[in-house]
C-alpha cells in the first residue's frame, strides 16, 4: 500500500507569519480607524456645501437621494480611491446566496482621441446604478434564468471602502440589488424598508414620551462571530471540510471540551498573530471590534465589535468573515464558519445584540437605575415581548439552514423553541405591575469577595441565561440563535419587522387611553400590564435544554417547537407573515415566495452534497482502509487471540459500513421528486439518517484501524494542533 498518512509534527512546526500587520495604540486611534473608509467627514472637504449637505441629509435623516449631485460625489470618490491606490471599483451587495458580490471595473477608460490615450473616471451614472447579471443569482422565480437583466443601485446610507489585496486596492460601494421588475433580489433592501419601518413605528410613541421634533429612530446590532481555526493541511486532507464545510466522518477523540480548559484560556502564539493581523484590517475599515477570545471547544474562537446601525452592521459583519477567512491563510490555518464543523462539540453561532435608538444616541431598552419608573423602557420591552411571542415562527424561519438544524438545541446553543429570558429583576417588575403592586424587590449591589485588598464590584440585580434563544442581557436583546454562517440581514430584517408591527399596536392602545383621559403613566401600566399578562407564556428564564422546557413549553404553553428547518420555512410563507411583511411595505408576496423557494432549494442542494461527498469518502477511503487493514491482518500467523478478535469486529463492521453505504446511494440517486420542497423533505427524511447510519459504521472503524492506513485527519489532530 502507498503511504498516504502524514507527519503531525511537521504540520505542527509548519507555519510562519508572511507579512506582520503591527500598529501602535496611537496609530490605531489617529492614523489607522476608519483610515480605509469614506467617512462623511473625509467627504466634507471634498464637496461643495450644497453638495455635502444634501447627501447628509440622505445619511443622517434618510431624505431623497438628490441625483443631480451624483457626478460630484462620484469625483470625490474616485479621486479618494485613487489616492489610497485603488484602480478598480464595485458595486458590493448582498444577493440572497447569503454572502456578498462583486463585479470590479476598471477606472481606465481610452479617450478615443488617438492609440494608447486614456484617463481614469468614475460618472454618477455609474455610481449611482451598475448592470449586472441577474440569471445566475437565485430568485426564487422571480427573475428566469433567460430575464437576465438586473440592478445594483448605490447605497449611500453605508460608506464605501477600501478592500487591499496583495497587487493593489478596490473601491467597494455598498448597493442593493433588484431585478427589472424592481422586487428585491438581495439581503439589503427589504433590511433597509424594515430599518425605515421601524422608525415610522417608533417616533409616534417616541412623542408621547416627550422627544423632539424631527427624532428619528434606528435598530441597533452588534454580532458576536464565533469560528474554529484547523491548520491548513488538514484542511486540504479532509475533502468533506473542502466540500461542505463541516467533518461528515469524525470519531470522539479521547479529549475534547470536557476540561474546560479552552474557554477564555491563554490564546495560542500562532491564533493571536492571526487575530492582531485581521483586527488591524477591520480597524481600517472602520469595524469597531472590541473582543477576542478562546470559545468553548478545542480550536474555537470569538471576535465581537461594539454595536452599530444595524445597516451598517450587516456590512460589517460580511467583512469580518471574509478577513477573517482570508487573513487565516496567512498563517497556515483555516477558518471555519459552519454551525457545527465537528460533532460532539460546540457549535458555532453569531449572537445579534439587538436594541432600538434614536439618532440622539438614545437607547430605548435601557432600562436605567430603576426600570420600574422607566415608563418607556417598559413599553417599548413589552412591544418586543409581544413581538416575539407572536411571531415565533418568523424568529424560527431566519435561522433555518441546514447547517444551524446541527446546532441548536446542543452544546450551549438555544433550543428551536422560542423564548425570552427577562431575568428575575425585569420578570418582578412586570408580575408586580400586574399584580398591581408596583416596584421591584431586587436591586443592584455592591458584592464583597472575601479579602480587604479585593474591591467590591457591582452586581447586576438578574442573571443572564446561556441557553435561552432571546435573552434581554442589560441593554439589548441577545438572539441567539443565529448561525455561524449566516447573513445577519434577514434576522435584523425580522427583528425589525416584528418589533415595528408591536409597536403600531401598542402605540394605538396608547393613545386609546390617553383619549379617555388617563395620564401617561396610568395609560402605559395599563398598556404593559394587559400586554405582559396576554404574552408572558413567552417569558422563560430556566434551563432551555431541560426536557420538561420541552414538554412544558409545547404542550403547557402552546409554544412552537419547530425542530427543523423544513418545518420553519414551510411557516414562513403563511397568511399572518404575508399581511405582516406587506402591510409595512418590507416584502411583497412574490418576494416572500422568493425567499422561501430558495431557503428550500439551499437546505436540498446543502444536503445533497453533503450526502454525495459522505458516499465518495465511505467508498474511496473509509472503506479500503479498513480493507487494507484486514488484508494486513491475513498475513499474521492464525490462531493469535488478538488477530481473530480484532478481524471479526473488521469484518462486522466493513460489511455494516457497506450495507449503509448501498441504501445511502439509492437515496442520493432518488432525490424525492421534481419539486424543490419534495427534494428537500427527501434531504430530510431519508438522506440525512443514510449519512447517519455511515458515519456511525466508519467512526467505530476509525477507531480499529490501524492510524498508518487511516487516512483522514482525526479531531484529535484538528481540534489540537495549532
Known amino acids: 500500500m502507498t503511504q498516504l498518512n502524514f507527519d503531525v509534527n511537521a504540520v505542527a512546526r509548519k507555519w510562519r507569519v508572511d507579512a506582520k500587520q503591527v500598529a501602535s495604540p496611537s496609530e490605531l486611534v489617529n492614523d489607522l480607524f476608519a483610515s480605509d473608509v469614506l467617512t462623511l467627514e473625509q467627504l466634507s472637504t471634498r464637496l461643495s456645501k450644497p453638495a455635502f449637505k444634501s447627501l447628509r441629509a440622505t445619511v443622517q435623516r434618510g431624505e431623497q437621494l438628490d441625483a443631480s449631485i451624483a457626478d460630484t460625489v462620484a469625483l470625490a470618490m474616485k479621486t479618494w480611491a485613487m489616492e489610497k491606490g485603488a484602480t478598480h471599483y464595485t458595486h458590493w451587495f448582498q444577493p440572497l446566496t447569503g454572502s456578498t458580490a462583486e463585479k470590479h471595473d476598471s477606472f481606465l477608460n481610452p479617450t478615443g482621441d488617438h492609440v494608447g490615450s486614456a484617463i481614469m473616471s468614475f460618472s454618477g451614472k455609474e455610481l449611482i446604478q451598475a448592470e449586472p447579471d441577474a440569471s445566475s443569482f437565485p430568485s426564487g422565480g422571480l ?48 433590511l433597509l424598508r424594515s430599518i425605515e419601518a421601524l422608525n415610522q413605528a417608533v417616533t409616534p410613541a417616541m412623542k408621547l414620551f416627550g422627544a423632539s421634533e424631527g427624532t428619528r429612530v434606528s435598530s441597533t446590532l452588534g454580532a458576536e462571530q464565533e469560528y474554529f481555526l484547523i491548520t491548513e ?56 471590534v472590541k473582543t477576542r477570545h478562546n470559545e468553548v471547544a478545542p480550536g474555537q474562537f470569538e471576535i465581537a465589535p461594539i454595536f452599530e446601525n444595524s445597516n451598517i452592521a ?7 468573515m471574509q478577513v477573517l477567512r482570508t487573513t487565516a491563510r496567512k498563517y497556515g490555518l483555516v477558518c471555519l464558519m459552519h454551525e457545527k464543523p465537528f460533532a460532539g462539540v460546540n ?23 430603576t426600570p420600574s419608573e422607566n415608563m418607556q423602557f417598559l413599553f417599548f420591552c413589552s412591544a418586543v415581548i409581544k413581538a416575539v411571542d407572536e411571531h415565533q415562527d418568523l424568529l424560527r424561519s431566519c ?26 429583576e425585569l420578570t418582578d417588575i412586570f408580575e408586580r405591575i400586574v399584580s398591581g403592586e408596583g416596584g421591584s424587590r431586587h436591586s443592584a449591589g455592591l458584592m464583597g469577595l472575601g479579602s480587604q485588598v479585593l474591591p467590591e464590584i457591582p452586581v447586576h440585580a438578574g442573571d443572564r ?25 434577514f434576522p435584523t430584517t425580522v427583528l425589525n419587522t416584528i418589533a415595528a408591527d408591536a409597536v403600531l399596536k401598542l402605540t394605538a392602545e396608547l393613545e386609546r387611553h390617553l383619549a379617555a383621559g388617563t395620564t401617561l403613566e396610568q395609560a402605559v401600566t395599563e398598556v404593559v400590564k394587559d400586554t405582559y399578562k396576554t404574552y408572558q407564556r413567552i417569558i422563560f428564564n430556566g434551563d432551555g435544554y431541560s426536557t420538561a422546557w420541552h414538554e412544558e413549553a409545547e404542550h403547557g404553553r402552546k409554544l ?19 399581511e405582516l411583511f406587506g402591510q409595512l411595505g418590507i416584502l411583497n408576496e412574490r418576494e416572500l415566495a422568493a425567499r422561501q423557494e430558495i431557503m428550500y432549494d439551499i437546505y436540498f442542494k446543502t444536503v445533497n452534497i453533503e450526502g454525495e461527498t459522505t458516499e465518495y469518502l465511505a467508498q474511496t477511503q473509509i472503506l479500503p482502509a479498513a480493507l487494507s ?36 446511494r439509492e437515496q442520493n440517486e432518488a432525490l424525492g421528486g421534481e419539486e424543490v420542497h419534495e427534494k428537500a423533505h427527501h434531504m430530510r427524511d431519508h438522506v440525512l439518517p443514510a449519512m447517519q447510519d455511515v458515519r456511525a459504521a466508519a467512526d467505530k472503524l476509525e477507531k480499529i484501524v490501524s492510524a498508518k492506513h487511516w487516512t483522514l485527519p482525526t479531531y484529535r489532530q484538528m481540534l489540537f494542533v495549532k
Open 314 to 320: 450587516a456590512d460589517h459583519q460580511q467583512l469580518i
Open 465 to 489: 441565561n446561556r441557553t435561552s434563544p432571546f435573552a434581554f442581557t442589560g441593554n439589548k436583546f441577545e438572539f441567539r440563535a443565529v448561525g455561524s454562517s449566516q447573513s445577519i440581514s
Open 560 to 578: 412552537l417547537n419547530l425542530r427543523t428547518s423544513i418545518e420553519a420555512i414551510e411557516a414562513l410563507h403563511s397568511p399572518k407573515n404575508i
Open 629 to 664: 487493514y484486514l488484508a494486513e491482518l491475513g498475513e499474521v500467523k492464525v490462531g493469535s487471540k488478538a488477530v481473530d478478535g480484532v478481524t471479526r469486529e473488521l469484518v462486522g463492521l466493513s460489511d455494516e459500513l457497506y450495507a449503509h453505504l448501498q441504501t445511502l
Open 143 to 190: 427573475r428566469a434564468t433567460f430575464e437576465a437583466r438586473g440592478y445594483t443601485a448605490w447605497d449611500p446610507s453605508s460608506p464605501a471602502f477600501i478592500v487591499r489585496h496583495a497587487n493593489g486596492a478596490t473601491l467597494c460601494i455598498p448597493s442593493v440589488f433588484a431585478s427589472w421588475t424592481g422586487e428585491a433580489l438581495d439581503l439589503k433592501i427589504p
Open 399 to 424: 435561522v433555518a439552514s441546514a447547517s444551524n438544524d446541527h446546532r441548536l438545541g446542543a452544546n450551549e446553543a438555544p433550543p428551536a423553541i422560542i423564548s425570552i429570558f427577562l431575568g428575575a
Open 347 to 369: 457549535g458555532s453561532g453569531k449572537h445579534c445584540n439587538w436594541s432600538m435608538g434614536t439618532d440622539a444616541g438614545e437607547n430605548l431598552l435601557d432600562p436605567g437605575d
Open 233 to 288: 493541511e488538514y484542511y486540504y486532507r479532509r475533502p468533506d471540510l473542502v466540500m461542505t464545510g463541516r467533518t461528515l466522518f469524525g470519531a470522539k477523540p479521547p479529549r475534547g471540551q470536557e476540561l474546560e480548559d479552552h474557554y477564555f484560556g491563554a490564546i495560542p502564539d500562532r491564533v493571536l498573530s492571526f487575530m492582531t493581523d485581521a483586527e488591524t484590517q477591520l480597524y481600517a475599515l472602520g469595524i469597531p
